[in-house]
């Protein structure tokens, strides 16, 4: 993992877009320690908020289309993400539609709430609005918090 992070580093913004793609999919990556090292290399924390964003939010979105495409089979294969917790995650999300996309930023919780807003058909519009909105706020949180460190 850790050489996969200064791979990353290495490719800058470009880098912090994929990492944040991954890290917003289901697959377990941390993109929060590639930005970390990105504003430590002296890159612009606008930039890296932009690329962050982007990259979070289509990894999420990757998850909805999956979820769109509905079939568990694959969900639990692929995903390894149980029926139960689909299951779980939707009757949560019954009666509450797309802007409970805001919660994507959610470790573990999240890829499944995207996941299951597309096995749900959940609006697109207010999806990727949510989606994107929860991400920006939880990059714009991370940033502040660098701030008080350097």
């Not at 409970?100 to 890829?111: D, E, H, R, T, V």
Request: aromatic share 16%.
């Amino acid at each position: 993992m850790e050489a996969l992070t200064e791979f990353l580093i290495q490719y800058g913004y470009w880098g912090m877009l994929l990492a944040a793609f991954l890290a917003g999919s289901f697959f377990p990556f941390s993109s929060e320690a590639v930005m970390l090292g990105l504003i430590a290399a002296g890159l612009d924390q606008t930039g890296l908020l932009v690329y962050a964003t982007i990259g979070n939010a289509l990894g999420s979105l990757f998850n909805y289309c999956v979820g769109r495409l509905g079939r568990i089979e694959w969900i639990e294969k692929y995903m390894h993400v149980k029926r139960e917790k689909l299951e779980k995650t939707q009757r949560f999300l019954d009666g509450r539609g797309a802007w409970m996309g805001f919660f994507a930023f959610l470790p573990i919780i999240g890829s499944v709430i995207a996941i299951v807003l597309g096995l749900m058909r959940a609006n697109l519009f207010i999806t990727i609005t949510s989606i994107t909105l929860g991400k920006l706020i939880r990059y714009l949180v991370l940033l502040y918090g660098v701030s008080f460190f350097t």
